[in-house]
C-alpha cells in the first residue's frame, strides 16, 4: 500500500535532520536575544516586578524621619525578585539617595525599611509581618491574591499576561505614607478597613 | 542501519553540548523594562513559566510540574503522552486510543493508584479506580501547568493518591482573552482543530469559551496490517473568573465531550465457550460543571468552596456505563501562627452509577451509589525558621465499602542554604475497594456438566480490605547557579493486601445456587498480596545558553512480589513496568524565530507472565517557526528511527503498535 517505503523516508528523514542540527550550530551559535525579543515581547514576572517596586519609590511619599538617607528595599522571601532588584539598582541613587536591596527569608530579619516585598510564598505569615513592622511607615507590596485582605498595601496583581496594581490606599494612610495620585489613578482602588 | 542513525543523532546532540560553552542567561531585559513608565509597565505582556517552575519548590515531595511552554515546544496533542516528560512515570501507548499510565509501577491499562484531577475535579473513575485517559482533554492552549506529585499525596487528596497525584490547571480566563484558533494534519492524526474565545464579562469579570475536535487514525497491529483503533472526540468548554469585592475570586467552568473511540478487546464469550476478540466500538460522552469561590480574610487566612456535577456516559458493547458524581469540597488555610501554618478541609463526594453489561461480565448489583465523606488536617511547621519545616497531616474518610481509613502523612523539609533543600517523608495511603471489586462478575471461562452450564467467574467480593502502602521517600533539590539544577528521589514503597483472585475457595468446590441452569464457579477477588517497589528518579535542567535548555531525567524501578502464587494480576505483578526509563529532551531557539525541539526516550523491556514487550526507545522532534508574533507554524515527527514499536501487550484490550508519524500545525492568536 505504500508508496514510499518508510524506512527509506525516515532515513532521508534522518538524515536531513543531521544536517540541519549541524547548520544550526555553524550558524546558529551566535544569534542575538534580539530576535527572540521580536518574535514575542515577553518579560519574565520576576524582572518585571522588581521594576515596578524600584519605580514605586517615586509614588510614595513617607513621612519626614525617612526622607533622609539610604533608602532600603526588603524583599522578604522571593529570591529571583531580590536578585532583578539587585541587577536594577546597581550603584543608582534615587532622588540623590542610595537605594538598597535586603533579602531576608524570616519574619524575625526584618529590619526598617521603606518598601517591604512580600514574596508569594509568604502570603500566610503576614500577620506577623504586620506584628513586625507594626505602625512603622512601610509600603507593604506583595503580589498573590489575598495581600490586600491581609493587610497589604500595593499589590502587584496578574491580569492576564499582564501586571497591574490594586492598592489599598487606607491601609497606607493609616502609617503615614502618602499615595501619589498618579499611582491612585493607575490602580484599582480596593478598600478594605482593618 | 537504525542504530547508525540513532547513534549519529545522539552524537550530534552530545557534540552540541560540548560546543555550547556554559555561558549562562544573562538579564538585559531589565534594562529595556527600566526605561518605561509606571502606565507603560502596566502593559508589557509577561511570562511566568519560571514560576510556575519554582512554585512547588519547597515542596518536601517529589515534585514535577509540565509549564504550558513544554506543552507547545513538545508538540503534545494529548495530555496522556505528555506525561512522559515526569521521571518516574510509566507511560505506554497500547493502541491508538488506550494507555497504560502509572507512577511508581503497577502499570497496567486499568492502573488503580493514581488520582487525576483536571481543575480540582476528580477524574478517576471509582468504577475500577483508574483514568480513562481517552477522555480526559482540554484545550491544551488553556492549560497553564501539569503538576505531578510521585508517591502518596493521601493526606491532602484522599484515598487513590497512592502512587501519585496528576494535577492539571488550567489558565484563569483573564489569561486567556481574544481569539486562538489552531488546526493541523498528519498522516496518524486525520486532522484537529480548536477555536477559543476569550472576552470581559462585568467590570472584574472574564469569561472564556473553546471548541475542539480531532480524528486519530488507527495504528497497526504487530504484522503491519491496521488495526480498528482509530477515534475521535468533540468537546466544548467555557470558564469564567470574576473578582469579587474585595479579593474574593468567583470561578464557574464546564465542559462537554462526545466522542467515539474503537478499539478491539478480547473477552471471554461464556456462550460459544471461547475467547472472542470484538469491535468495541465505544459511544463516550459527558459533561462537567463545577464552581469555585475564595475568600480571603485580614486575620483568619483564606477559604474556599468548591463544588462540581459531573456525568459520563461510556457505552462499550459488553458494558455500559452512566456515571453521576457530586462534590462539595470545602477547604480553610490559616495564616502563620507561632511558626504554625494550619490548613483543613471537609468534603463529601456522592457518585451513582448505571450499568448494563451482558453474561460475559455484569455488575450485581447494576446501579449503585457510593459516598464518601471526608475531613484533613495538616499542620507545616517551621522548626527552624526559614530553614527545617516539619509537615504534619492526615485525611480521614469514611466510605462504605471499607469503613473508616485514616491516611497519616509526615514531611521533613530541610534548606541549608540558598539553592538546597533535602526532604524525607514518610506516609501510609489506601486505596480502597473499587465498585468492580466489590460486585463484578466476569466470566473466563465455562463448561457444561449434564444440563448445567458452569461459570468459571471473578467475582466481587464484600469483606474487601483496602490495599494499603507505607511509603518511605527522600529527595534532594539544588540549583547550581542559574543555569542547572538537579532535582534527586528515591523511595521505598511497602504494599499489603494487594488484591488477587482467591483462586483456593474456587478448587474447595464452593459454588453458586444454580439459577437459570446456570453455576458459577467463583474465583473471588481478595487481599492476597504483599509487595515492596522501590528505586529512584534523577532529573537535570540545563540552560547554557538563553536560547537553549536541555532537560534530562531517569528512573530506576524495582519490584519484588512477596507471593509463590503464579498468576497474580497485571498492576502487581513483577515486570510491568520498566525498570529503567530514559528520557532526553533539547528546547533549542534558532535565528529567525525558529524553534528546533528534540524529544529521546528509552524504556526498558516489559517481561513476566503477561507482558513481553522489548525495550524500545522513540525519538520525536519538532520544528516550530512564528513568522509574525501571532502565528505560530510546526511540524512534528513522532518515532523518527523506527517504523513503529510496540509499548504494551495483550491484557484484554489488543495492542497496535506506535507508528513513525507526523503533523503540522498552526497557532493564530488575535
Not at chain 2, 555561558?23 to 511570562?47: H, P, R, W
Not at chain 2, 462526545?258 to 459527558?286: A, H, L
Not at chain 2, 521533613?412 to 538546597?420: R, S, V
Request: charge should be negative; include cysteine.
Amino acid at each position: 500500500m505504500e508508496v514510499l517505503n518508510p524506512g527509506v523516508a525516515g532515513k532521508r528523514l534522518a538524515i536531513v535532520l543531521v544536517g540541519l542540527l549541524s547548520v544550526i550550530f555553524m550558524t546558529g551559535s551566535g544569534r542575538s536575544r534580539v530576535l527572540l525579543a521580536d518574535k514575542k515581547a515577553e518579560f519574565n514576572v520576576s524582572q518585571v516586578e522588581a521594576v515596578f517596586i524600584y519605580n514605586l519609590l517615586h509614588f510614595v511619599e513617607w513621612p519626614a524621619e525617612k526622607e533622609n538617607g539610604d533608602i532600603t528595599i526588603t524583599i522578604f522571601g522571593d529570591r529571583q525578585v531580590a536578585e532583578n532588584l539587585k541587577l536594577l539598582v546597581g550603584d543608582e541613587r534615587s532622588r540623590n539617595r542610595r537605594v538598597k536591596v535586603v533579602q531576608c527569608r524570616r519574619v524575625a530579619d526584618i529590619g526598617d525599611c521603606h518598601i517591604l516585598f512580600v514574596g508569594a510564598g509568604k502570603l500566610r505569615e503576614m500577620p506577623a509581618v504586620r506584628r513586625q513592622v507594626a505602625g512603622k511607615p512601610i509600603l507593604l507590596v506583595g503580589d498573590r491574591d489575598g495581600f490586600l485582605a491581609a493587610g497589604g498595601m500595593v499589590k502587584l496583581a496578574r491580569l492576564g499576561n499582564r501586571i497591574t496594581l490594586a492598592v489599598n490606599p487606607s491601609a497606607a494612610r493609616k502609617v503615614g505614607l502618602s499615595l501619589n495620585s498618579r499611582l491612585l489613578r493607575l490602580a484599582r482602588i480596593v478598600s478594605i478597613s482593618h | 542501519m537504525r542504530k547508525l542513525f540513532l547513534t549519529i543523532g545522539m552524537l550530534c546532540l552530545l557534540g552540541c553540548m560540548t560546543v555550547v560553552a556554559p555561558v549562562c542567561a544573562g538579564t538585559s531585559d531589565l534594562d529595556v523594562l527600566k526605561q518605561l513608565s509606571l502606565e507603560e509597565l502596566t502593559n508589557i505582556e509577561v511570562t511566568s513559566v519560571s514560576r510556575n517552575r519554582e512554585r512547588l519548590a519547597d515542596a518536601a515531595a517529589a515534585v514535577c510540574v509540565i509549564t504550558s511552554e513544554d506543552l507547545r515546544r513538545g508538540g503534545f496533542t494529548t495530555i496522556a503522552e505528555a506525561l512522559r516528560l515526569v521521571p518516574g512515570m510509566q507511560v505506554a501507548h497500547i493502541s491508538a486510543s488506550q494507555w497504560a499510565i502509572s507512577s511508581r509501577g503497577g502499570n497496567a491499562w486499568f492502573a488503580n493508584k493514581l488520582l487525576v484531577l483536571i481543575d480540582g475535579r476528580q477524574v478517576y473513575t471509582p468504577l475500577f479506580s483508574g483514568v480513562f485517559w481517552d477522555v480526559q482533554d482540554t484545550m491544551l492552549e488553556d492549560i497553564d501547568r501539569i503538576e505531578v506529585i510521585r508517591g502518596p499525596g493521601a493526606a491532602l487528596w484522599g484515598s487513590n493518591a497512592v502512587n501519585g497525584v496528576i494535577n492539571i490547571v488550567t489558565r484563569r480566563a483573564e489569561e486567556t482573552q481574544g481569539l486562538l484558533v489552531s488546526g493541523g494534519a498528519g498522516d496518524r492524526e486525520r486532522g484537529f482543530g480548536a477555536i477559543r474565545f476569550g472576552t470581559k464579562a462585568g467590570e472584574q469579570g472574564w469569561l472564556r469559551g473553546y471548541l475542539k475536535y480531532f480524528s486519530r487514525d488507527h495504528f497497526d497491529d504487530y504484522n503491519g496490517l491496521p488495526d480498528k483503533d482509530d477515534w475521535r472526540v468533540s468537546r466544548g468548554g467555557f470558564r469564567g473568573d470574576w473578582q469579587l469585592a474585595g479579593e474574593d475570586h468567583l470561578t464557574l467552568q464546564g465542559d462537554i465531550y462526545e466522542g467515539d473511540i474503537d478499539s478491539r478487546v478480547g473477552y471471554f464469550d461464556p456462550e460459544m465457550f471461547r475467547k472472542r476478540i470484538y469491535n468495541s466500538d465505544t459511544d463516550v460522552s459527558g459533561g462537567n460543571i463545577l464552581g469555585r469561590w475564595r475568600h480571603e480574610m485580614a486575620e483568619a487566612g483564606s477559604l474556599s468552596l468548591q463544588m462540581y456535577y459531573d456525568r459520563t456516559v461510556r457505552d462499550v458493547p459488553i458494558l455500559a456505563e452512566t456515571r453521576d458524581t457530586w462534590d462539595v469540597d470545602f477547604q480553610h488555610s490559616l495564616p502563620t501562627i507561632n511558626r504554625h501554618q494550619l490548613t483543613w478541609g471537609l468534603g463529601f463526594h456522592f457518585t451513582h452509577d448505571d450499568t448494563d453489561g451482558c453474561k460475559a461480565i455484569y455488575f450485581d448489583p447494576d446501579s449503585r451509589g457510593q459516598y464518601l465523606a471526608s475531613a484533613f488536617v495538616q499542620d507545616r511547621f517551621s522548626l527552624i525558621e526559614g530553614c527545617l519545616v516539619l509537615t504534619l497531616g492526615s485525611k480521614f474518610e469514611y466510605n462504605q465499602f471499607s469503613g473508616f481509613e485514616i491516611q497519616p502523612n509526615l514531611r521533613l523539609g530541610w534548606t541549608p542554604m540558598e539553592g538546597q533543600f533535602f526532604w524525607a517523608s514518610v506516609s501510609r495511603a489506601v486505596r480502597t475497594p473499587s465498585r468492580s471489586e466489590r460486585d463484578v462478575v466476569a466470566v473466563s471461562g465455562a463448561f457444561p456438566t449434564g444440563p448445567i452450564i458452569n461459570y468459571l467467574a471473578m467475582v466481587g467480593s464484600n469483606d474487601l480490605d483496602s490495599e494499603e502502602l507505607l511509603s518511605y521517600e527522600a529527595g534532594w533539590r539544588s540549583r547550581f547557579g542559574s543555569c542547572f539544577s538537579l532535582d534527586v528521589s528515591a523511595f521505598y514503597n511497602i504494599y499489603h493486601d494487594l488484591r488477587g483472585k482467591a483462586v483456593d475457595a474456587f478448587m474447595a468446590g464452593h459454588g453458586s445456587a444454580i439459577k437459570n441452569g446456570v453455576r458459577i464457579l467463583p474465583l473471588h477477588i481478595d487481599n492476597l498480596y504483599d509487595e515492596d517497589v522501590y528505586g529512584f528518579e534523577i532529573s537535570a535542567n540545563f540552560t547554557p545558553v538563553e536560547w537553549w535548555r536541555l532537560n534530562c531525567s531517569y528512573s530506576r524501578l524495582k519490584i519484588d512480589l512477596h507471593s509463590g502464587v503464579r498468576y497474580p494480576a497485571v498492576d502487581i505483578a513483577e515486570g510491568n513496568s520498566p525498570e529503567h526509563s530514559l528520557a532526553l529532551c533539547s528546547y533549542l531557539d534558532l535565528p529567525a524565530n525558529f524553534e528546533f525541539d528534540t524529544m529521546f526516550f528509552y524504556v526498558d523491556k516489559l517481561d513476566n507472565e503477561y507482558l513481553d514487550v522489548p525495550s524500545y526507545s522513540r525519538f520525536d522532534c519538532r520544528l516550530g517557526w512564528h513568522p509574525r508574533a501571532d502565528l505560530e507554524l510546526s511540524f512534528k515527527v513522532e518515532n523518527l528511527f523506527e517504523r513503529r514499536h510496540e509499548e504494551y501487550d495483550f491484557i484484554d484490550v489488543v495492542p497496535t503498535q506506535v507508528p513513525r508519524s507526523f503533523f503540522g500545525k498552526v497557532t493564530w492568536k488575535f
